[in-house]
């Protein structure tokens, strides 16, 4: 494989990866916060915590 | 997927993600930025409240038409796109000549849908915004219920129900009349 050829692949990949996370995220927003508590979903939006389902 | 997730689910959804204290927009592009974009409140500016709406509307019903796409993709004869490659046709003339000509049965389908399904807006608008801020996202069809229900005029939100029909009626009609096959 060309260096072009590796570079343009690697591109793609990470445009798709981009866009798969743009709708991927919001869901898994949507489920993780169905489990937590509202004071906690509130508070957990400003880091990573938001996406994982932490303190159940 | 989440065209199968219900309007209203997604509207109630997107108002978290929209917020303007707590919102998980505004986390991941001030994370993103490292604290250059400060958080907006998409919901509550005028100027950008109805585009979060239409970003919303997008992101819930894009994946429906990528299925009409696709389906229409796949009507196209392999044989013809064999011919432009034989012919040393590049990538934008084979598009331009082979799939978007192939397209055309599909793209009118999608186009008079999503004009008809433009002119419903009522679920996003009545779950975030209320027709605000400064009714800077008012829609025909929330109207006719504000005026019909909330209001208790229902001669006037009747009317605005039979303008409506009208409205897309005519719309549809005149699309279909520019897509037809011209001879």
């Not at chain 1, 991927?24 to 004071?39: G, H, R, W």
Request: hydrophobic letters at 50%; aromatic letters at 10%; a positive charge.
């Amino acid at each position: 494989m060309t260096p072009e050829r590796a570079s343009r692949l690697i591109g793609r990949y990470l445009l798709l990866g981009f866009i798969a996370a743009v709708f991927v995220i919001p869901i898994v927003f949507m489920v993780v916060s169905s489990l937590k508590p509202d004071l906690q979903l509130l508070s957990d939006t400003n880091s990573i915590r938001a996406l994982l389902p932490v303190g159940i | 997927m989440p065209v199968v997730i219900s309007m209203v689910v997604v509207a109630m959804l997107w108002r978290f993600i929209y917020d303007g204290s707590d919102g998980l927009l505004n986390s991941i592009l001030g994370a993103a930025s490292f604290g250059l974009i400060s958080p907006v409140d998409w919901l509550g500016k005028t100027s950008t409240a109805l585009p979060a709406i239409m970003a919303m509307s997008i992101w819930q019903g894009v994946g429906f038409h990528m299925i009409i796409w696709l389906s229409g993709l796949q009507t196209i004869p392999t044989s013809l796109y064999e011919a432009a490659r034989v012919e040393g046709a590049s990538r934008w003339q084979t598009f331009r000549f082979v799939t978007w000509p192939g397209l055309r049965n599909t793209a009118i389908l999608v186009m008079i849908i999503i004009t008809m399904q433009s002119f419903t807006l009522f679920p996003q608008i009545a779950v975030m915004t209320k027709g605000g801020p400064l009714d800077s996202t008012q829609s025909i069809v929330f109207q006719m219920v504000e005026r019909g229900y909330g209001k208790q005029d229902i001669a006037g939100g009747s009317t605005i129900s039979v303008f409506l029909f009208l409205l897309v009626l005519s719309i549809s009609m005149l699309q279909r009349w520019l897509t037809r096959e011209k001879i």
